[in-house]
């Protein structure tokens, strides 16, 4: 089993065995980030005019799981402006940044946490905070549905970000961290 982080640093995400480089974190971000925009274009309708199925989930989840919660804010607010020359502004800009710090803060705090807690916290929070609340709350609040209504629309979006994160954990578990750990620093600072 891998040794789990002695200590977070607030703006590189640590890996399993350090933190990043600042010019391959910024890499990574330019990198995901423009995936995502791609992603993000390919949108199928659903009966809620404010609610597509996209793949563009899963970058800003895998984002907040790789570079943290700054970097999945970053690439949520990227995905979320191109989201958002198509549909109304504030469900695709916020549920981005939402998904991008939904899986950032566990992640922040995974040096705390065995495996399965981590997982079980990226999840839950990604399914919530970055699934159904942003839409549920735009949806009643800015655009006047009706909660129950909303509450439909959401769980598109929750059981949407159940399925990105599911395989934004197998990508980041499976490809991208043993790639990372090659480049990642000792972290230097004692718990």
């Known amino acids: 089993m891998k040794k789990p982080l002695q200590s977070p640093n607030p703006l590189l995400q640590p890996t399993n065995r350090g933190t990043l480089p600042t010019t391959l974190w910024i ?3 330019a990198i995901f980030s423009a995936i995502g925009i791609v992603f993000r274009q390919i949108a199928i309708p659903t009966f809620s005019p404010y609610v597509t199925l996209t793949p563009g989930f ?3 989840l895998l984002t907040g799981i790789v570079l943290g919660p700054i970097g999945g804010l970053l690439c949520g607010l990227f995905v979320g402006i191109s989201g958002a020359l198509w549909e109304p502004i504030l469900i695709p800009l916020l549920g981005n ?21 981590w997982i079980l916290a990226c999840i839950i929070s990604a399914i919530i905070i970055g699934g159904f609340l942003p839409t549920f709350t735009i949806e009643v609040l800015v655009f006047g549905v009706l909660p129950i209504i909303a509450a439909l629309a959401a769980s598109i979006d929750a059981v949407q970000a159940g399925i990105w994160i599911a395989l934004a954990i197998i990508l980041t578990q499976g490809i ?9 620093k000792p972290n230097s600072i004692p718990e």
Not at 176 to 184: A, D, G, R, T, V
């Open 58 to 60: 899963l970058i800003p």
């Open 97 to 117: 940044v939402a998904l991008g710090i939904s899986t950032g803060i566990p992640t922040f705090y995974r040096h705390k946490l065995h495996q399965t807690p």
């Open 27 to 29: 890499a990574i971000l």
């Open 176 to 184: 991208i961290e043993p790639i990372l750990s090659k480049y990642s």
